[in-house]
C-alpha cells in the first residue's frame, strides 16, 4: 500500500458519539486488514482483542505458510534448504528485509534466532564487559522478571554477586513511571562505574516508553555500553535502532509482531561490533561464515554481520510464521500502521480522560504516561477485579496483573476505533454501576 509520511501532530477534534467512531473507521486506510486475521469468538461473535502486546493474533496466511514448509520437507527431506519453490537457506535474508524498516536497522544487524531470554543470556556474555571500577549494570526495579532471572543468573555464571553490580531504577512513588531525565541522571551521577545499560524500551508494566535516543547518549557519554529488552516496542512503535546508535538490542516476536506463541527472537547487534575481535561471544556452527560452514573446520570463524552470533540450525517452521506476519506489516506499509496508531492513541486518550476527568471517587488511574504506545495501563484503586471480570463477560480481552491493573493494547493492523469506542461504554457503565 502506498505509504503516506507520517505526521504526528493531529489536529483532529474528536467527539464523543458511537457515529464518530464508526466515521473514524469508514476513513480507515487500514480496515482490510482486520480481515487477514483470525479473531476468538465470545457468545459467537469476534471479541474484542485487546491483547496484541501479549500473543498477537494468527495471521490467515500462516496456517499455508506452514503447510508450505512441511510440503517441501516431504518432497525433498534437507534438499529443501538449498532447492524448491523457497529454499529455506533463503529465509533469513528474506526476514532481516522484510523487518528491518520496522525497527529502523540495517539488514545486516539483524539475526533471527532462538528466543527472547536465551538471547538475553547471549548478548550480556558479549557486551557486558566489565574492566577495573566499572562493572555496574543499570536495569529497572520492575523490570519483567525473566530479564531479571536472566541478568541476576549471568552474573552468578561469571562469579559475580548480583548485590555488588546491579543498579536498580525506582520509580518515584508507587504506581508512577520513571522519569527519563532520572534515568540520565542515574547515568551521569553513577557513569564511571556503569559498564551496562540494559533497560526495556518499553515497560511491560506501564506501557511507558523510553526515550531510548537520549538514554543511548547518556550511556555512551558515560563510557558505558546499552542494550535494550525491545519485547514490547517492536511492532508497537517507531524504533531507530542503528541511528541512535544502540549497541544491541533483543526481542520476541509473538506480541506485536503477531509471529506465534513462542515464536523465534531476534537481536540487533550495531555494525561497529560485527567485526571487533575485542567482543566475547558464545559460538555455534550456524554463527560460521556461511561460505565455509560445511567444510566444518575445528576453527571458528564468525560471520562479518549479526548472524556471526547465530548458534544453531535456523527453526524454519517458525521463520516461516514470522515472514508471513511480516508479510502483513509490508502490504499495509509500516508508515500507515504508524499513523492509524498515533490516531488510536490520541482517540484512546482523549476517551480515557472523560472517565478519569468524570469519575469523582479518583478509583480510576491512568498508570500510563503520554510517552507510549499501544498499551495503556488503568489502576483501579477499588474493585479492579470486579471491573476485569465485567469487561471479560461483555467480550473484551484485556489483561489483568495483580494487584489492581488493566492492560490494554488496541493495535492498528487489527483493532477498528469503534472497538475501542465500545471499551469506553462498557467501562464507563461498569463505573457508574459501581458508584451506586
Ligand atoms: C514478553 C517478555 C519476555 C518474555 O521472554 P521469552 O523468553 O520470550 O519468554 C521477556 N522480557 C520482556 C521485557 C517481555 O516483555
Not at 9 to 15: G, H, V, W
Request: proline share 3%; aromatic share 12%; net charge negative.
Amino acid at each position: 500500500m502506498a505509504e503516506e509520511q507520517v505526521q504526528f501532530s493531529f489536529t483532529m477534534k474528536f467527539e464523543k458519539t458511537h457515529s464518530f467512531a464508526v466515521e473514524l473507521d469508514a476513513h480507515d486506510r487500514l480496515k482490510d486488514f482486520r480481515k487477514w486475521f483470525l479473531f476468538p469468538k465470545h457468545n459467537g461473535t469476534e471479541a474484542v482483542y485487546f491483547l496484541g502486546n501479549s500473543l498477537g493474533l494468527q495471521p490467515v496466511s500462516t496456517r499455508l505458510a506452514l503447510a508450505k514448509v512441511l510440503e517441501q520437507w516431504a518432497e525433498l527431506g534437507v534438499e529443501s534448504f538449498f532447492k524448491g519453490k523457497d529454499p529455506w537457506l533463503d529465509f533469513h535474508d528474506q526476514l532481516v528485509v522484510k523487518l528491518s524498516p520496522v525497527v529502523g536497522a540495517n539488514p545486516a544487524e539483524l539475526s533471527i534466532m532462538n528466543q527472547l531470554t536465551t538471547n538475553i543470556h547471549l548478548m550480556l556474555a558479549s557486551f557486558y564487559k566489565p574492566s577495573g571500577s566499572r562493572k555496574k549494570i543499570l536495569i529497572e526495579s520492575k523490570a519483567f522478571p525473566s530479564d531479571q532471572y536472566a541478568v541476576d543468573s549471568f552474573l552468578k555464571t561469571i562469579g559475580v554477586d548480583p548485590k555488588e553490580v546491579l543498579i536498580e531504577l525506582h520509580e518515584k512513588k508507587q504506581n508512577e513511571h520513571i522519569d527519563d531525565a532520572d534515568i540520565i541522571d542515574m547515568i551521569t551521577q553513577q557513569g564511571d562505574e556503569i559498564a551496562l545499560v540494559f533497560l526495556g524500551g518499553v515497560n511491560y508494566y506501564t506501557g511507558q516508553v523510553f526515550d531510548m535516543q537520549k538514554i543511548t547518549n547518556a550511556a555512551h557519554e558515560a563510557g558505558a555500553l546499552v542494550g535494550f529488552d525491545l519485547a514490547h516496542a517492536v511492532g508497537n512503535i517507531k524504533l531507530e535502532l542503528h541511528n541512535w546508535g544502540i549497541d544491541f538490542a533483543c526481542w520476541c516476536s509473538y506480541k506485536y509482531l503477531n509471529a506465534g506463541p513462542g515464536a523465534v527472537g531476534a537481536v540487533f547487534i550495531n555494525e561497529k561490533f560485527h567485526s571487533d575481535k575485542s567482543i566475547n561471544r558464545l559460538a555455534g556452527w550456524w554463527g560460521n561464515n556461511a561460505d565455509n560452514r560445511f567444510l566444518m573446520k575445528r576453527e571458528f570463524e564468525p560471520s562479518q554481520d549479526a548472524t556471526g552470533w547465530q548458534l544453531s540450525t535456523p527453526s524454519i517452521l517458525l521463520f516461516a510464521c514470522l515472514k508471513t506476519s511480516l508479510s502483513i506489516f509490508e502490504h499495509a506499509g509500516w508508515n500507515n500502521i504508524l499513523i492509524k496508531h498515533e490516531l488510536m492513541k490520541e482517540y484512546l486518550q482523549y476517551l480515557l480522560e472523560d472517565l478519569i476527568n468524570g469519575d469523582d471517587t479518583g478509583s480510576l488511574q491512568c498508570l500510563t504516561p503520554a510517552s507510549r504506545g499501544c498499551q495503556v495501563s488503568l489502576y483501579f484503586t477499588q474493585h479492579g477485579k470486579i471491573i476485569f471480570e465485567y469487561l471479560t463477560q461483555k467480550g473484551f480481552m484485556v489483561d489483568w496483573r495483580e494487584p489492581d491493573v488493566i492492560r490494554l493494547a488496541p493495535v492498528p493492523l487489527y483493532n477498528s476505533f469503534s472497538e475501542i469506542w465500545n471499551f469506553y461504554e462498557a467501562l464507563k457503565l461498569i463505573l457508574q454501576e459501581i458508584k451506586k
